[in-house]
């Protein structure tokens, strides 16, 4: 039963994407997925699999999930990850995001990511920009001091807001 659950998917996977898979380069600089309705997990995996790097890859208020980050390690580089609204995003996520090479921007605003998540982002000494939503950010001061110790020379943007972490939220 599941083989024949896999083929279907696949099958409908090829007539949705197959001329955009087919159509992939190995290397982008902006790799935009924004313009699909109903981008999730499955066709994430079938398009990036042609894909060896991106600067910028923009997943923004798609569907996406944990299982599309996983998939992120095995590229040469990801420099940019935009992944804003992506609402099946969780903490789950980071230990991913740890294995992704090169990663320099991640904008994780309006996800499931928490600050507890993001304080497991460990391998990413390189990162500049980091965005992400807190529904209580005066709650999170002495969380957000332990992050910019682990990420000393990375911008933190929550809500929108960079934070100095002596100022007042």
Same mark, same amino acid.
């Given at each position: 039963?599941?083989?024949?659950?896999?083929?279907?998917?696949?099958?409908?996977?090829?007539?949705?994407?197959?001329?955009?898979?087919?159509?992939?380069?190995?290397?982008?600089?902006?790799?935009?997925?924004? %313009?699909?309705?109903?981008?999730?997990? @499955?066709?994430?995996?079938? %398009?990036?699999?042609? =894909?060896?790097?991106?600067?910028?890859?923009?997943? *923004?208020? #798609?569907?996406?999930? *944990?299982?599309?980050?996983?998939?992120?390690?095995?590229?040469?580089?990801? /420099?940019?990850?935009?992944?804003?609204?992506?609402?099946?995003?969780? @903490?789950?996520?980071?230990?991913? %995001? *740890?294995?992704?090479?090169?990663?320099?921007?991640?904008?994780?605003?309006?996800?499931? =990511?928490?600050?507890?998540?993001?304080?497991?982002?460990?391998?990413?000494?390189?990162?500049? #920009?980091?965005?992400?939503?807190? @529904? /209580?950010?005066?709650?999170?001061?002495?969380?957000?001091?332990?992050?910019?110790?682990?990420?000393?020379?990375?911008?933190? =943007? =929550?809500?929108?807001?960079?934070?100095?972490?002596?100022?007042?939220?």
């Amino acid at each position: 039963m599941a083989k024949r659950t896999q083929a279907k998917l696949l099958k409908k996977l090829q007539l949705r994407f197959g001329k955009l898979r087919e159509s992939l380069e190995p290397y982008y600089h902006h790799l935009d997925f924004r %313009l699909f309705e109903d981008f999730g997990d @499955d066709a994430f995996a079938y %398009l990036i699999e042609k =894909v060896k790097g991106v600067d910028m890859l923009d997943l *923004n208020e #798609t569907e996406i999930g *944990n299982d599309s980050i996983a998939l992120l390690p095995r590229l040469e580089y990801v /420099k940019e990850i935009r992944a804003k609204s992506c609402k099946n995003l969780d @903490d789950d996520c980071v230990p991913f %995001l *740890n294995q992704i090479k090169g990663l320099e921007f991640l904008h994780l605003r309006y996800t499931g =990511v928490t600050i507890d998540g993001l304080l497991q982002l460990t391998g990413q000494p390189q990162l500049k #920009t980091l965005m992400f939503s807190e @529904d /209580k950010p005066e709650d999170i001061r002495e969380r957000l001091s332990m992050l910019r110790r682990q990420l000393p020379s990375c911008e933190l =943007v =929550v809500n929108g807001q960079t934070v100095d972490i002596d100022d007042e939220f």
